[in-house]
């Protein structure tokens, strides 16, 4: 008995070495793909939603099996089931830990068979999370002189991806598509960045604060995701401002904070990254403490201080396979365009975000 244990044991010990290199999302990959059907009671009408992207829109949760059954994608599949009283297929084609780059190339180009079908009327992508943690990683890494040349790729990649994104769904995708929408980045990890780095800059020679450096990156590729949307027909949920202001006024400006930081669109970059990093940036909060009000808050990021928090049980997506399957909605209406907990968890919010540019009809 115990020889087989440990030959049991010795077989194993490369699955175990690659869960490890797998819970770290920005450091491998980690191909996560679900179809969830909304299963609404009274009509046999079925719609598809398309999302690509990486552990985002995936629902990573740290595990290698299994991901958010009510991830972004199928929180949005749930508003649509009740906007237009049919079932709505929510499929998830992702990878988490993938760069923009990867999510293009292998879900998008590779995978666009899922967007072509005639049942298909959106299809929604995020990508650039991982282009933006890498990069900072490898700054976070350095010592000695500064060197921006990471961050300054990174924006140039996730620039290049999405155009090319945009501009392939649509070409491919199914012409009864009613909505085309990106979902851009919050900052995970803000509070944490509030520090000095470990390299000088050449100019001052002194070190940098985390957070200047970063934010002014992240602020130009969110507005380039917002801006290039408008150009290609598509809408863009804001997910930094979803995720990054309060759900009121805390500045007095006569604005809720959420809402005086979104991109507005056709503005431009100077406008937006000026509001994002200097006339705002006083209202722009760790997502880690999402205020609703002025005295209640909820958590949208989970303990990895990365990954979005989310709403109910888990479904197989990853190593050991993918899930599809189909359920009854939690909400068959919603109040006001809402449900119950739209602002209690990172994934309600991103789903909630997209669905604001829903059509009326399918």
Known sequence: MSIRFRRSLYTLLPLFAFLAAS????????????SWTIDRA????????????????????????????YSGPTVH???????????????????????AEDVYN?????????????????????????????????????TGTCNYS????????????VTAAMDYINAN????????????????????????SSCKDATSGATVKMQDTFLPALARMNFMMCDVARQKGFQCADSFAQYMAADYD???????????????????????????????????????????SASSSYDYIQSDDVHPTYNGSTISAGLFGSTTG?????????????????????????GWAVSAYNPATP
């Open 23 to 34: 819970s770290q999302a920005s450091a491998s990959t980690l191909t996560q793909n679900a």
């Open 42 to 69: 009274g009509t046999a009408t079925k719609y598809r939603s398309v999302a690509y992207g990486d552990s985002i829109y995936a629902g990573y949760n740290g595990s290698v099996s299994n991901a958010a059954k």
């Open 77 to 99: 599949a749930e508003y649509l089931s009740a906007q237009w009283g049919a079932d709505i297929e929510s499929v998830r084609r992702t990878k988490s830990g993938a760069v």
């Open 106 to 142: 292998n879900k998008i180009v590779a995978e666009r068979s899922y967007m072509q079908a005639s049942n298909t009327r959106v299809v929604t992508f995020e990508m650039c999370g991982n282009d933006a943690l890498q990069a900072r990683s490898a700054f976070k890494s350095q």
């Open 150 to 161: 990471g961050l300054t790729a990174a924006e140039n990649s996730c620039r290049k991806y």
């Open 173 to 196: 995708a199914y012409a009864g598509v009613k909505l085309k929408i990106i979902s851009n980045i919050h900052y995970p990890g803000y509070a944490v960045d509030n520090t000095q």
């Open 250 to 292: 805390s500045n007095g400006d006569g604005m809720v904070d959420a809402e005086a930081i979104r991109y507005v669109n056709g503005e431009s970059q100077a406008s937006y990254v000026n509001r994002i990093t200097s006339s705002l940036r006083s209202t722009i909060r760790d997502a880690n403490t999402h205020f609703v």
């Open 326 to 350: 189909s359920g009854a909605p939690r909400y068959t209406s919603f109040s006001g365009g809402k449900n119950p907990i739209w602002n209690q968890y990172g994934h309600e919010r991103i």
